[in-house]
């Protein structure tokens, strides 16, 4: 029996561990639903807040300041994810992970009861540095826990928590502002968290460990810089600030100056924040790439898809998380399709192939979309680039995780997370600046000036007062809205096939716990294993 099956499966009665070992699936199945808990509350916040936004600014003012309650946000998110990471490598993740949940609740209950726009922004910066932690510490603690080779069993669970997310996250948020107000936007938080809290406390067992070195604050403070610059970059480049002005010129130079001397500290320290040797593994770094394109492509879709549906195709503003379904659903069934058809065979490398292969397609068949696409055509070209992302949303963090060793499964996940962030960071901002500028060239060529002022005044971003305009207007904007989407799609198209292309240089290296157990499997522990299993384990 392999060192996965008996981790994971009940053994024979006769076994003198039975009765631990027998109990090893439900712990597990506990644990997971912690975690899963966990990874909702920090992909939900971001959409719940989001609708809650008008309210907020309605009541605090300071609308001149509302990109930074966001910014603020995705910021500490982006820049703590790999400090996350490396802090659990050092000292444990159980602790690590749980001060990640404390620190997040903490600026959820402090940005709930913000009296000013200021101190929104800054209690939102105290959440982001949790949430950056949540995530990753998932991602790590099931990197520990669950062998690559089983991992495939749960893969559909971890989508089923991004769908519901996507899709409960704006509905949650509406009826929360207008039934409790919107300070519950951030509330709802803590219950959730307190039931993560508490479970993952009382289930979750793994080794302890030691430091070993100091902690690289050169290089955290560096890569924290590097980060930074890039996150406003894309989030100011085009909108706030003009792509060739000096403060995105000098955003610019900053990162790389920063990021150039972060490589160069880490090279010297003893126990860097991001060991740069793990960038050595060839499919490291090819998941790490099409992990950033992923990003790219994903968060670029679900910005724009709601924009076309409601101003094209005329769908209600409040239910734009169901807009989504198809899509999502799609991801969902193809994740955990792909999941235990690598847990059955151990094979991988073909879906990363059709992860990108599907992708490009979907997003040449969503370029496809006019004024006259039916919801029905739209939502198949959505199934379509689901089921891409199904193939690779999980599969890359797989890979990534089985790349590196297990003393480095925390920078491991958190760097394979980070570069998911910032590829969706980019992508938002670059397709922003596509369909801005094809929706103003459109509504210029149809319309001429007055085409013009209509898009440099706002008016176009909101879809309820499209019926309220003269005829020839609100057709030329849909128009406009569907020439800018088709070209979001056709670029956003060519960019995947980078991914696809890299996806067939993926070496299929056996999963850990695919083979009988070795002393490098031992390493791998389980959540219910007793704690003389775990030290043996550690110490494999």
């Given amino acids: 029996m392999s060192s996965a099956r008996s981790r994971h499966e009940e053994p024979p009665v006769d076994s003198p561990d039975s009765s631990v070992k027998a109990r090893q699936p439900r712990s597990v199945r506990v644990v997971l639903m912690a975690l899963m808990i966990a990874m909702l509350l920090a992909m939900l916040d971001n959409m719940i807040v989001g609708t809650a936004m008008p309210t907020i600014v309605g009541e605090l003012g300071g609308l001149s300041h509302l990109s930074w309650v966001v910014t603020a946000y995705t910021l500490a998110t982006a820049a703590s994810t790999p400090i996350w990471g490396k802090l659990g490598d050092m000292y444990g993740r159980k602790g690590i992970f749980l001060t990640s949940i404390v620190l997040f609740l903490i600026g959820s209950a402090l940005s709930g009861m913000s009296q000013s726009m200021d101190q929104l922004i800054a209690f939102r910066a105290v959440q982001g540095l949790g949430a950056g932690g949540l995530m990753v510490g998932v991602m790590a603690i099931i990197g520990d826990l669950i062998p690559p080779r089983e991992r495939g069993k749960y893969q559909g669970m971890m989508a089923g928590v991004m769908a519901v997310a996507m899709i409960g996250g704006p509905l949650v948020g509406g009826t929360l502002t207008d039934h409790l107000g919107w300070r519950w936007s951030f509330y709802i938080n803590l219950p959730l968290g307190a039931i993560a809290l508490a479970m993952v406390t009382a289930v979750l067992h793994l080794p302890k460990k030691r430091a070993e070195g100091r902690i690289d604050y050169v290089g955290a403070a560096l890569l924290t810089i590097g980060i930074t610059s890039l996150v406003l970059i894309t989030t100011w480049g085009g909108t706030q600030y003009a792509w060739g002005s000096g403060r995105i010129i000098g955003l610019g130079v900053l990162g790389v100056a920063a990021l150039i001397a972060f490589a160069f500290v880490e090279r010297k320290v003893s126990a860097p924040v991001l060991p740069l040797h793990i960038f050595r593994n060839r499919n490291f770094s090819l998941v790490t790439v099409i992990g950033f394109l992923v990003g790219f492509v994903m968060f670029g879709s679900m910005t724009f ?138 509504m210029v060529a149809r319309l001429g000036d007055k085409g013009g002022a209509f898009v440099s005044s706002g008016a176009q971003m909101d879809p309820k007062a499209l019926p309220k305009l003269p005829a020839m207007v609100r057709d030329a904007y849909e128009h406009a809205v569907s020439s800018g989407t088709h070209n979001v799609f056709l670029w956003g198209a060519g960019i995947s096939i980078i991914g696809f292309i890299c996806a067939w240089f993926i070496k299929e290296i056996p999963l850990r716990g695919a083979e009988p157990k070795t002393e490098t499997d031992s390493a791998s522990t389980d959540a219910a294993a007793s704690p003389a299993e775990q030290k043996a384990a550690s110490s494999a």
């Fill in 305 to 442: 898809l709601p924009l076309y549906q409601q101003s094209v195709q005329g769908a209600s503003a409040t239910n734009s998380g169901l807009l989504l379904l198809p899509m999502l659903l799609s991801m969902m069934t193809v994740s955990l399709i792909a999941g235990r058809v690598t847990t059955n065979t151990g094979k991988y490398k073909m879906f990363p192939i059709m992860g990108g292969a599907l992708i490009t397609i979907g997003l040449v068949l969503l370029a496809q979309m006019d004024t006259e696409t039916s919801r029905f055509t739209s939502g198949v070209y959505m199934a379509v680039l689901g089921a891409g992302m199904g193939f690779l949303m999980q599969m890359t963090m797989l890979i990534a995780q089985n790349s590196v060793e297990m003393k480095d499964m925390g920078v491991g996940s958190s760097s394979a997370t980070l570069f998911r962030t910032i590829g969706g960071s980019f992508g938002v901002a670059i397709f922003g600046a596509i369909f801005t500028n094809q929706v103003k060239d459109t």
